[in-house]
């Protein structure tokens, strides 16, 4: 069991950019959850997927972000036309199945400039 | 949706003593409650996991309660330890899918 990766640790962007982050989870594991964490605030949830299927978005996802899991293994979480509210820890987890412990990976910090 | 109280208050406790932290929620009760650690920069951690129908779990130094009277939980860390110094998150269940967090509790254990 080799934990939840995420790639790249760090990004830093030009305002206007695209970006793109991508997330390993835990083999077997089902659900895979997108969350963004600002400094002094908790996680919130962006996105979550069961198998290769988006079942949910927040209301946080704009249009100009976007994620997938085409395969049901690994997801990619895009962000086109970068603002600097964008700034954030990008944090993936993932879980066995609906209701079970959700597993974090390190995170992707991302600067807007 | 929920919303979820931690002290905002970092909590600065002697080594040895025992940390308390306290989550307060308004809505429903949730399925389940979890606490999480997070060291600066880093991602969460699993540490404990409450169903609603439990008062207390445990796990080597560390107790968990959950009151769905009260809608209140409590973490405690018995014999404090500077490696302990972290911050400490506050989660509930919602739809059964994703997990509302609270702000966060930060513990500094002073040698």
């Known amino acids: 069991d080799t934990g939840v990766s995420q790639d790249p640790r760090h990004k830093i962007t030009k305002r206007g950019q695209n970006v793109t982050f991508r997330c390993d989870p835990i083999?077997?594991?089902?659900?895979l959850y997108w969350y963004r964490q600002t400094l002094g605030q908790g996680p919130e949830f962006l996105t979550y997927?069961?198998?290769?299927?988006?079942?949910?978005k927040s209301r946080l996802l704009s249009d100009r972000f976007s994620a997938e899991r085409p395969k049901g293994s690994f997801s990619t979480l895009e962000i086109q036309r970068t603002e600097q509210g964008d700034s954030a820890m990008y944090l993936c987890?993932?879980?066995?199945?609906?209701?079970?412990?959700?597993?974090f990976g390190p995170g992707t910090r991302l600067t807007v400039l | 949706s929920q919303k979820i109280e931690q002290n905002s208050e970092a909590l600065n406790i002697q080594e040895g003593k025992t940390a308390t932290l306290t989550c307060n929620y308004t809505?429903?009760?949730?399925?389940?409650l979890q606490w999480y650690r997070q060291d600066p920069g880093r991602g969460p951690v699993f540490l404990l996991l409450?169903?609603?129908?439990?008062k207390e779990k445990r796990k080597e130094r560390l107790k968990v309660t959950f009151d769905t009277t009260l809608k209140q939980s409590l973490f405690h860390i018995t014999a404090s330890q500077p490696a302990d110094s972290a911050t400490y998150l506050c989660?509930?269940?919602?739809?059964?899918?994703?997990?509302?967090f609270g702000k966060g509790n930060q513990v500094v254990v002073i040698p």
């Open positions: 987890a993932s879980s066995r199945t609906s209701g079970d412990t959700q597993y």
């Open positions: 083999s077997e594991h089902n659900r």
């Open positions: 997927f069961q198998n290769e299927a988006q079942l949910e």
């Open positions: 809505n429903y009760s949730p399925a389940y």
């Open positions: 409450i169903r609603e129908n439990e």
């Open positions: 989660a509930l269940t919602e739809g059964n899918n994703r997990l509302a």
